[in-house]
């Protein structure tokens, strides 16, 4: 209980806070993408559609799924360095540098079926399978050039025949470890390239027939010859033709080496047996006909080493990411990509003309006269309306005019369905289409009511399309009740449509029509307010009678009266304690004071007895929107209590 005689109320500041916890459910269990630190060589099985890679970091081969997740690996392969798979994809080869070794590997199983020891300085470094040997090359332990050695698989691993050495025909060796090459459709032909940047003498370019006995030299030139610091060498399928670093074409019918051509400068490449070229260079994987030299397709990603699928579908990439190497599939190698674009204007006039245009473009070229399929996606077609298809002309652009019956946001998309030398291409551009503006009202704004009084707020529609559907929401003051739908549906005959609201609080009232196909969104608001419910409860008195025509508690002098205020709650609620003094026939006022209010809306002030008799005084409770603590009611003043103190 709270005197009157105290003159300022304590402030009390309550902060809540609340933490919300989020829950992850587990997903099912997803397949591990395989990660390699230093890739040594890859190898595509078709068969098996599986992609080993040579892990140097961690010295082990890797199998992989065409999505680049792990299947099975293999450790224990010192210093791996190259990868080839048998013409018969039973067998799988390593050449291990640092251990001076070829390792066997079943296929299937990835278990080390073999080892075998190489008498090198270098190496082995390159390996490749053709005429029913594994064929790699290393530099010799006594004079350190470069040279070319087999493996025999029927031979025992362990026995002198096995292992042979200095198969390069044509006399010395190169200066450096020589880059080998295979292709399948040329069985029994070897590529061999090696450099030396302090002596000319040792660059050795040669295509070597190795599916006999002894290997021929079916082309070779030394000295002088475009290899320079060779990174890498190709057959070219179906040409008797190399491809030097990925870019220089040589031919080497005659049995010498002579420019036939050349691609845009590269790191490396490696040809498909279709014939397409897929080039790396920095981040880029770049696709070409053959003889061609504009890219047909471009890929994007830090490559390092790149192989074909063997049936030319596809193209599997080494790509740096943050966590190491990962392989990833480039599908669709063989066919351009198109840049298509749609140019709509960005407003227009429901029912009225427009006119869309484009071009679609690409290093294919489009032919003139395809057809592009155009859908128009707006309020009355929601799954999109094909409308008849756009021409292509000569210089790839196009254009279409349409009339739209709706209004709002309306897409145009125009798709190209993509051919044998294309890829599908889609694009869309969207316009706002005008829609006109409907007439919403709704009433009681402004208007008071008591605590609880339950009030009916009508909205009215006027003319629309088809939508005459309106929603009407409620808003309370005060951050802790949310804003709540009271109604929706159709309004009547008239346009109306109502809604109860129970008025506790002031509260803002909202209708809302959401358009429809000619007629734009509309919302209105009104706000309504609500006293608070005050009662003041007198006690301590010996009885009531009136003075004149109205009725006062009466006290003795020296007893001190009980008032207590019961009020709508409110959270930091305060009711204002008003008094004044009746003296010579006026009522005088005494300062109001504000008393917190108890959590059950009570607040009780003891007044304080006048001692001298024959005084009359009253009270009321007031609250003050925004006086009393908060403003979420409008102001209510409480009834006067009268009071008369005898003797």
Do not use: C
Request: aromatic fraction near 8%; proline fraction near 5%.
């Amino acid at each position: 209980m709270r005197r009157r005689s105290i003159s300022t109320a304590t402030a009390l500041a309550v902060l809540f806070s609340s933490a919300a916890l989020s829950v992850v459910a587990a997903g099912p269990a997803s397949a591990v993408t395989a990660t390699f630190g230093s890739p040594a060589g890859i190898v595509v099985d078709g068969t098996r559609q599986r992609v080993f890679v040579g892990d140097d970091s961690n010295g082990r081969i890797v199998a992989v799924d065409y999505s680049g997740n792990r299947v099975d690996s293999v450790s224990g392969i010192d210093g791996i360095f190259d990868l080839a798979l048998s013409d018969d994809g039973t067998t799988l080869y390593a050449a291990a540098r640092v251990s001076h070794e070829i390792v066997a590997v079943d296929a299937d199983t990835l278990d080390v079926v073999a080892r075998y020891p190489v008498a090198a300085s270098i190496g082995p470094l390159f390996v490749e399978f053709t005429g029913g040997k594994a064929w790699f090359s290393y530099e010799g332990q006594a004079d350190g050039d470069g040279n070319l050695g087999s493996i025999d698989p029927s031979a025992d691993p362990a026995g002198p025949d096995a292992v042979a050495l200095g198969q390069l025909p044509g006399g010395a060796g190169t200066g450096i470890t020589p880059h080998l090459d295979t292709d399948p459709s040329a069985p029994g032909l070897l590529a061999v390239a090696g450099s030396d940047f302090y002596d000319s003498a040792k660059n050795v370019l040669a295509v070597v027939d190795v599916s006999g006995a002894t290997p021929q030299v079916t082309a070779r030139q030394t000295g002088d010859h475009p290899l320079g610091g060779v990174d890498d060498i190709d057959l070219v399928p179906g040409a008797s033709q190399v491809l030097i670093d990925g870019a220089s074409r040589h031919s080497y019918a005659d049995g010498t080496f002579t420019a036939a051509g050349a691609y845009p400068a590269a790191r490396g490449a490696d040809i498909a047996p279709n014939g397409l070229i897929a080039q790396v260079n920095g981040d880029q994987v770049s696709v070409y006909r053959p003889n061609g030299t504009k890219a047909v397709r471009t890929y994007t990603g830090d490559t390092s080493t790149i192989a074909w699928a063997p049936d030319s579908s596809r193209i599997f990439a080494l790509v740096w990411s943050a966590n190491g190497y990962t392989v990833k599939s480039l599908l669709d190698p063989s066919r351009s990509v198109p840049t298509l674009t749609v140019n709509a204007p960005a407003s227009a006039t429901r029912a009225k003309k427009l006119t869309v245009s484009g071009k679609i473009s690409a290093s294919v070229p489009i032919p003139a006269g395809a057809r592009l399929a155009v859908t128009r996606t707006d309020l009355e077609s929601t799954g999109g309306k094909a409308l008849p298809a756009a021409t292509v002309k000569a210089d790839g652009t196009y254009s279409f005019s349409d009339t739209p019956p709706a209004g709002g946001t309306v897409t145009y998309k125009v798709g190209y369905a993509g051919d044998a030398e294309h890829t599908a291409a889609t694009a869309s551009d969207k316009v706002t289409v005008s829609r006109a503006k409907p007439s919403l009202t709704l009433n009681k704004n402004g208007n008071v009511y008591d605590y609880g009084t339950d009030v009916a707020f009508t909205a009215h529609l006027g003319t629309t399309y088809k939508n005459r559907s309106v929603e009407i929401w409620a808003n309370p003051f005060g951050g802790d009740k949310p804003n709540k739908l009271v109604k929706t549906g159709k309004v009547n005959s008239s346009g109306d449509i109502g809604a109860w609201v129970d008025m506790t609080r002031d509260t803002e009232i909202t209708a809302v029509f959401k358009g429809d196909a000619r007629y734009a969104p509309r919302t209105v608001k009104v706000t309504a307010f609500a006293r608070v419910k005050v009662s003041t409860a007198v006690s301590k008195h010996y009885k009531t009678a009136k003075i004149g025509s109205t009725s006062y508690y009466w006290f003795h002098k020296n007893t001190d009266p009980v008032l207590t205020t019961t009020m709508s709650y409110y959270p930091g609620r305060m009711q204002r304690f008003d008094l004044q003094v009746y003296y010579q026939g006026s009522w005088y006022s005494s300062d109001s004071e504000y008393f917190a209010l108890a959590t059950n809306g009570r607040s009780a002030v003891r007044l304080g007895a006048p001692g001298q008799s024959g005084i009359r005084a009253r009270m009321r409770s007031t609250y003050v929107n925004n006086g009393s603590g908060d403003t979420v009611n409008s102001t209510t003043y409480g009834a006067w209590k009268y009071l008369y103190f005898s003797n």
